[in-house]
């Protein structure tokens, strides 16, 4: 979230697209409940089902899977024609004026750059047009053809409200009226918020849709303000901080990231990543990026990161792909891979295609479960009759079940939706053998180093060099990492500006990343967690709620990210010269010395607003962005294409041209587009999604959820079930190109059959949370029908929009 979950109390307008709060957010879900209640906010909710979110809001309208872009996009079109923007917002804190570069095209779906084989794009030209001074040329008049604006007005003059009508099925009236109650916010004294999750992620054109929901709210002047904000509601309680510290093959901590396999040249490592900045005065404060390095490989190898080394630079891995789960299950498949550690993670029901899984599980020598639960990923092997249709005899994989603790059983942090790290302590104690995550990993990796010490290797440097500097190797405290992440000064650190001046003692905690240095004198493991444990302790643990502004920002409430702010860009919720937009949800000011007030600003604390400098300080040209130069895999701006398993054919943007109906820069390999099904054969639209009674493939293990949703069921509308003469309560077979599942039919008026380019099309709902094991009444894996493909830029599989067919059972 660029806001926080009590902030959505202080929005005018909520827009819940992508998501379904009231049922998977449940508790987060309260402040809109205030905001509608004290603040008379208006609750739109935009979904191909009328959900438990719809039930509860002031404007429904219904979508067809995975053409948000369409509809966002015409929202876009409608604050242009209509000037419903937040002019004096847009013209000094976006690119709106920037000049883009001559050969920079965009033709019939294709932008300039494209490489049909890689099926990637080169992004040279996606970038502004430079002056002789090295900065991007500007327009303030906005009348050069190549402007943003001139570019953006041009490229989303397309979606019009006759073509949201037909490609995403909504009824006009319904378009408008969303349209007019967002433009409500165009003005100071009004905001919206965006409230999205997987309805958005989980597409081949995920991100981009996310990215034209941020355009909507930068155009509105939405972004940085009370009660605005890209709100992603997150899913597991930690995933944030998943994130947050870099799980991801591509990342290291702190949204830093590993080097490139071309990548051998450390200066050129940091120096691509140190952006100078586009435009005078500009803060880029990504050119810091070398102390977060530097201090994060003294926090991993200490003593043996050294000038001399660059900082144990080549103890990195250089990536030369993205190993994401669809490109690992990918390799299995493909007999490359031994092994497989599965933690806290249950695959065979998580991921697409199960069948896929399967076989590349079948083709391991081992797989390694740590969870507190049997999972059906553990029991792949085992013959579940039509629920898991495998040979055993045939599968020689050794499977090793490590059972862990859970959350409730250790202290820690968990980082909410919000960036909250809150510390929380143990409330019982663990059952039987089980161990924390922790001390497993531990101790692997005491045994592994000791391999290493003494039969050596190839290269067991970057192990044996590791730092492991805890009170017990075999079993870290959280306090022990929590102090690590936060980071510490290793000896005294002065001022630059002042050598005599001591900023931090040798040995103590660091106050916040600003104390972080390039020249190996402090530590620390995560940068944008510098501060949590800080000098004064642990300020994750902190309870203190009182809200001296009453908007909500307890600030000695636990500790957010970064450096304790709680909203994002608030800069940009005061004008040029330092006045709060909206004084009766006012952020911070310039007091004529300083920036203060109810939030830690987001800026340089004393940089006077006369020196020009923009809002938005980690971009280089210290502006937000329409137009994302390198940023993203399909192109600059958001283009709509249809989910791989379309019920058009075709893209209704461009319908004679070829190689642009679905994403042409999307995660696809070539046995999984083969495996993609077509219309003729699988007639309706699926989608998935969870229910407030179960958590994912858990909590069919607990009796109480069980006994709420004992049995697998897919919600059919009305409509489809006359058509197919399948009766409420009856059993039905749901196929895909991929495989089946049988369960009880739902039939709803929840789902309404939508008129798309002339032609009835009918959604099917299905829940994800049964399968083989647990004490729910034993059902289908629902990613059975899923197709593998992901989003081009976060590889997240397309588990919202693919097609089906439906039969009696
Ligand atoms: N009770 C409970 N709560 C949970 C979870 C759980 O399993 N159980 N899981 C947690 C996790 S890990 C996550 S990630 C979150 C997920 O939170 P959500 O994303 O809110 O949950 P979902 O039910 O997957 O899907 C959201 C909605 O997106 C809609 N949708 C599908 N396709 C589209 C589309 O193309 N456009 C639009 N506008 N909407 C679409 C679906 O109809 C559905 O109502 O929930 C978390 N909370
Ligand atoms: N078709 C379809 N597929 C989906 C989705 C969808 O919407 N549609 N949603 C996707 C999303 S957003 C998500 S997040 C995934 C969820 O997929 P998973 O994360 O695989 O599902 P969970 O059941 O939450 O599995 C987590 C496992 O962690 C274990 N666990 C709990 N606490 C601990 C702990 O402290 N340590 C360890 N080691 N284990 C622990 C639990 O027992 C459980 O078995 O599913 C994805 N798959
Ligand atoms: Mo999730």
Redo the contacts with the bound molecule.
Sequence with gaps: MTNHWVDIKNADVVL??????A????CGFKWVTEAKAHNKAKLIV????F?R?ASVADFYAP??????II?LGGVIKYLLDHDKIQHEYVRNYTDFSYIVREDFTFDAGLYSGYNAEKRTYDKASWDYERGDDGFVKTDPTLTHPRTVYQLMKKHYSRYTEDMVERVCGTPRDKFLKVCDMLASTATTNRAATIL????????SIGSQ?IRTGAMVQLLLGNIGIAGGGMNA????SN?QGLTDLGLMSNLLPGYMTLPNEPEQDYAKYIETRALKPLRPNQLSYWQNYGKFHVSLMKAWWGKSATAENNWAFDYLPKLDKMYDMLQVYELMVQGKMNGYIAQGFNPLAAAPNKSKLNDGFAKLKYLVIMDPLVTETSEFWRNAGEHNDVDSSKIQTEVFRLPTTCFAEEDGALVNSGRWLQWHWKGAEPPGEAKSDIEIMSLIFTRLRKMYQEEGGKYPDPIVNLSWPYSNPQNPTAEELAKEYSGKALVDVMDPKDPTKLVRKGGEQVAGFAELRDDGSTASGCWIFAGAWGPGGNLMARRDNSDPTGIGQTLNWAWAWPANRRILYNRASCDVSGKPFNPRRSLISWNGKIWTGADIPDFKGDENPDGGMGPFIMNPEGVARFFAKAGMAEGPFPEHYEPFETPLGYNPLYPKAKGVTSNPAARVFKDDLAAMGTVDKFPYVA??????????YW?KNVRINAILQPEQFVEIGDALAKELGIANGSRVKVSSNRGYIKAVALVTKRLRALTIEGKTVH?V?I???WGFVGLAKPGFLTNTLTPVVGDGNSQTPE???FLVKVEKA
């Design positions: 819940i697209m992508g998501g379904n709060a049922e998977a957010h449940p935009v979904d191909p089902r959900t979110s979508i067809r899977t995975g053409t948000d509809f999205y999750a997987l309805g958005w992620t989980q597409h849709i509601l997150r899913g597991h995933i989608t998935t999604y969870r229910l407030t009674e179960h958590f994912h909590t959604h709902g829940p994800i949370h588990f919202k929009s």
